[in-house]
């Protein structure tokens, strides 16, 4: 019996270990959302990355997508804020909290996974969210993907910093045209202050708010329009996200020098609260009107780099619009060199005036990108004289509430320029009494001023012309027609041109014919002064010809069929089978106008199928493939005719070229089967 027993509890205690054996390694393979602090020395690349954050206290942390195994197995400590579960209806979400007391209703309402003194994590329906950003909060859906991490400041980053710390009249004159009461106007009619022109009737834009139906969408077209009439590129960007869809508004200004470097210059233009009113007017047509401004006066210069102004839409309900744009120039390798993203720019109750430039950390890798833009700002403020009315001070603490954060997430580098966030917050956020009237209007003015010459200073204004002598010429055998094409700068002219053939001759015309002595290659050379005593010169050279040198052309059998007559005008010329034949002398008399060819095939027997073309050198090149050169062009078994045209402006001897080849048409150069070439010289008078 006792055997027996000592049998069965083995047995059981063989079963136990199986199952709580099982159990654990079943629970490591789960799937799991953790934070590991950055302080760990952790290896990003080793991990799917989903955010990166910074906590009340100013340390470093990432949020994971991982397995438990994967955690025990890194020797790193870890927390976990959730098991992974599969769920449509609910997504991670990262709240910001911007009126005080929200937090405090959050964690009363909802479930919250992890509040860091700053930041809270939670994961919730799309109704939830919704209730949750109308409590005080910036929302932002944790990153669908994992975060792109780049190191690597662009060769943009590291001209901008020296463009940056040089004054520029040209920007000067720029940050100069940014005008108080433009702004105060462009800020009412977004605000609905007073109503607008869109499509051609008048209405008033009440609210932006993403799911508001037509008055969203009447104030997307109010700035595809307002941007088109300032001759831009403008399209729409339509996204869907989480069965949420709507448009973004995009205009860009194609670079003259490196077209394919882009500066994305962003502001959300859709409003908070819910319901028929929301202004928005610090939250965010200040940063939409900041845009609108900086394109109106962008559109009258030239920059180097391609400058794209995009309106983002669905902002407030989690970055909705800018996500999916992100999205989209990463997955085209658009060439993204900075985002300066616009947010809430006209709030100062202090009158401090403190602005702030939120950068990512310095332990994240795209942190010094990101400090190139940043001080950018600060070296306009400081060089162009408006160090009195703003104090710019950069955040690197990784603020991911507003439409910066995607292009980050992507590893491009972004700041968010923004009013005081910190110590001077809007008091109207995200209410109906976000209203023009309480806008501080000369510290809005000064922020766009300060934005237009930090956005010119990273798309870099297009250097001034210089002077710069050039020309190209035609030439028409020992002729040679020259085209002075030499440029100045604005305000300047060319006072003098000194022409050197290279035969001793010379000449001071701006556009000389010159006729050399004998055939050989030329070095001819143009020297411009302008009023201002500066000299540049322009060399080239050129090989004159006595007697052009045509390509040969010409039939390999003439046994069934020759060209027997060509007639012109009133010549007419006989002949008999020949591959090739040269009558250029003498030369046939002909008058500029219409004139009649017919052309006439020979045949030893059999008629057959022929293909005629005639060619004239007009141009006096030595080849028949310029435009026009190709005169005539039929086929048929017997005789072909028709008119061949002599432009007015021609004179003298041209060469003429007669092709006829069986069953096709020939080319002007080369050898063919079956026909005949013969060339003309045609004395045009």
């Known amino acids: 019996m006792k055997k027996n027993f000592r049998s069965v509890y083995v047995l059981f205690l063989s079963l136990l270990f199986l199952i709580v054996n099982s159990t654990v390694y079943a629970d490591t393979e789960q799937d799991v959302l953790a934070k590991i602090n950055v302080s760990e020395n952790v290896n990003l690349s080793s991990y799917n990355v989903h955010a990166y954050l910074q906590d009340a206290s100013g340390k470093d942390y990432v949020l994971v997508k991982t397995t438990k195994t994967q955690l025990l197995n890194s020797g790193k400590a870890y927390e976990v804020i959730d098991e992974i579960t599969a769920s449509e209806e609910k997504k991670y979400i990262i709240a910001l909290e911007r009126i005080k007391g929200a937090r405090d209703k959050a964690a009363a309402g909802f479930k919250v996974l992890l509040d860091d003194g700053k930041n809270i994590i939670l994961k919730l329906t799309k109704s939830e969210s919704l209730k949750l950003a109308n409590l005080g909060f910036e929302i932002e859906w944790l990153s669908e993907s994992p975060l792109v991490f780049k190191s690597t400041v662009s060769k943009m980053a590291l001209s901008a910093t020296k463009l940056a710390t040089a004054y520029d009249p040209t920007v000067a004159e720029m940050i100069g045209l940014v005008d108080q009461t433009k702004v105060y106007d462009y800020t009412s009619k977004l605000t609905g202050e007073e109503s607008v022109v869109i499509g051609g009737s008048s209405y008033t834009i009440t609210t932006r708010h993403t799911n508001s139906g037509t008055p969203l969408e009447k104030a997307t077209q109010y700035v595809y329009e307002f941007m088109g009439n300032l001759g831009l590129s403008v399209n729409y960007h339509n996204w869907t996200y989480w069965g949420t869809s709507n448009r973004n508004v995009i205009a860009e200004k194609t670079g003259t020098v490196s077209p394919n470097e882009i500066v994305l210059v962003t502001a959300h233009l859709d409003s908070l609260p819910s319901g028929s009113l929301a202004p928005g007017a610090d939250d965010n047509s200040s940063g939409s009107v900041g845009l609108m401004i900086a394109a109106e006066i962008m559109k009258q210069y030239d920059f180097e780099r391609t400058v794209r102004f995009v309106f983002f839409t669905g902002e407030e309900q989690g970055l909705y619009g800018s996500k999916r744009y992100a999205d989209k120039v990463a997955s085209d390798s658009d060439n993204i060199v ?96 976000d209203k023009l009237s309480t806008l501080n209007m000369t510290y809005y003015t000064n922020y766009i001023k300060a934005s237009v010459g930090t956005i010119a200073h990273l798309t870099k204004v297009a250097s001034e012309p210089e002077l710069t002598a050039a020309f190209s010429f035609a030439a028409n055998l020992l002729e040679v027609t020259f085209t002075g094409q030499s440029t100045v700068p604005s305000g300047s002219t060319i006072v003098s041109r000194l022409w050197n053939f290279g035969d001793s001759s010379t000449s001071s015309l701006q556009n000389p014919v010159h006729t050399y002595p004998s055939a050989g290659t030329y070095t001819v050379t143009l020297t411009v002064e302008d009023n201002n005593g500066n000299t540049n010169v322009a060399t080239k050279s050129i090989e004159v010809k006595a007697v052009n040198e045509y390509c040969t052309s010409s039939g390999n059998s003439n046994n069934y069929e020759w060209i027997s007559e060509v007639q012109v005008g009133s010549f007419s010329k006989t002949s008999g089978a020949s591959g090739y034949s040269d009558f250029t002398t003498p030369a046939i008399s002909l008058s500029t106008g219409n004139q009649t060819v017919t052309l006439t095939p020979g045949f030893n027997g059999s008629s057959y199928s022929e293909y005629w073309k005639v060619w004239i050198d007009f141009n006096n090149d030595g080849d028949f493939d310029d435009s026009g050169e190709e005169v005539f062009s039929q086929s048929g078994k017997s005789s072909v005719s028709g008119q061949i045209t002599i432009p007015s402006s021609i004179t003298g001897e041209r060469r003429m070229r007669v092709s006829m080849r069986y069953n096709q048409y020939s080319s002007s150069c080369g050898t063919f089967d079956y026909g005949e070439v013969e060339d003309y010289t045609i004395s045009i008078q």
Request: aromatic share 10%; with cysteine; hydrophobic share 35%.
């Open 338 to 433: 900075a985002v300066y993203n616009i947010d809430m720019i006209a709030w100062d109750d202090v009158g401090g005036p403190t602005l702030r430039l939120h950068t990512r950390s310095s332990d994240n890798p795209g942190y010094s990108g990101d400090m190139v833009l940043a001080n950018t700002f600060v070296d306009v403020v400081n060089n162009y004289s408006m160090s009195s009315v703003l104090t710019p001070i950069i955040d690197s603490d990784g603020v991911t509430a507003s439409d910066h954060s995607p292009f980050w997430n992507k590893g491009y580098s972004a700041i968010l320029a923004i009013e005081d966030d910190v110590d001077d917050f809007c008091d109207n956020y995200h209410t109906t009494n």
